[in-house]
């Protein structure tokens, strides 16, 4: 009696079901059990990174806030799925006549590239920073990254054999990205100190690997409808693990010993005398001066 009092079933398919939006092919509460789970890690990792910035004092937290951002946007992405929620059918290309691929219509999870639209991002700015790269350079790959995600989630949504034209410019961008991870900024980093360019070759070659199974993922789920979406779901989740969570955790392992300073990073606080404060200071109190010896030289003239 007591073990059916504590047992808790996955009602998720169950509650956010819509008759008006079916899907032939979609995930049972196996994959929404998995989507649950990714949710608790990359929860768990969010206070993790929070708390370690704690630690380190308010000038030196900006790779903790960004990694955090990232796994905090993808618990809420991942328990959106688990739910069931931020999905739409879409007509599949390719019928197959595998049991657990059968049907017209596949349920795409367009919340999973609103995800990548705003993580991503943030991940490049994790790598591009420490890598103490200029900020044009740096706006110029995100941007490329935002159209390697549009074209993604167009292609996804198209039911024709015009998605893969979406998934080539895909493709292109991401390229671009990882020729720029492996080659400008990895000397940009090696230039910056050893612990720099070893944090950055560890993290960004974690980064570039992985990104590159995303569109084979890409291919076998919402463009091939190879896989099954229970199926989908493991192969982006262990994806998104690995290029969240642990890259973070490996990220600010590296950046334990780097301060944000070298890398074109100072960031002053209200209660720090650093140089730039003190000289403003200065400044202020050699106009204060000028202004009162004026004023002084007016009075004497006065008097004489």
Not at 30 to 46: L, Q, R
Not at 62 to 72: L, N
Not at 274 to 296: L, R
Request: with cysteine; proline share 3%; hydrophobic share 45%.
């Amino acid at each position: 009696m007591f073990g059916n009092m504590i047992k808790r079933d996955n009602n998720a398919l169950r509650v956010n079901s819509y008759p008006a939006l079916e899907a032939d092919e979609h995930i049972t509460t196996h994959g929404s059990d998995w989507y649950f789970a990714v949710t608790a890690v990359m929860t768990v990792a969010t206070f993790a990174f929070i708390g370690l910035s704690l630690r380190q004092p308010r000038q030196k937290r900006v790779f903790h806030y960004i990694t955090a951002a990232i796994t905090m946007v993808a618990s809420i992405a991942y328990f959106t799925m688990g739910s069931n929620l931020g999905w739409t059918a879409i007509n599949v290309e390719f019928e197959r006549s595998d049991p657990v691929v059968r049907g017209q219509d596949r349920e795409i999870f367009y919340v999973r590239y609103i995800d990548w639209f705003i993580t991503t991002p943030l991940l490049l700015m994790d790598l591009l920073l420490t890598a103490a790269m200029p900020w044009p350079t740096i706006l110029y790959i995100i941007l490329v990254d935002e159209v390697m995600i549009v074209t993604g989630l167009v292609g996804a949504l198209v039911y024709s054999r015009y998605k893969w034209g979406y998934f080539v410019f895909g493709c292109a961008a991401l390229f671009y990205i990882v020729f720029v991870l492996a080659w400008e900024a990895r000397r940009h980093a090696n230039v910056m100190g050893k612990d720099v360019g070893r944090t950055f070759l560890l993290c960004g070659s974690l980064t570039a690997f992985l990104w590159t199974l995303y569109p084979i993922a890409w291919g076998v789920c919402e463009g091939g409808n190879v896989i099954s979406p229970d199926s989908e779901a493991i192969f982006y989740g262990i994806l998104d693990l690995l290029a969240k969570p642990v890259f973070g955790a490996l990220l600010i392992w590296g950046h334990r010993g780097i301060d944000p300073s070298r890398l074109g990073l100072y960031i002053h606080d209200y209660d720090e005398k650093d140089v730039a404060v003190m000289a403003g200071e200065k400044k202020d109190g050699n106009a204060n001066g000028v202004s009162n010896g004026h004023s002084n030289g007016v009075r004497a003239d006065e008097t004489v």
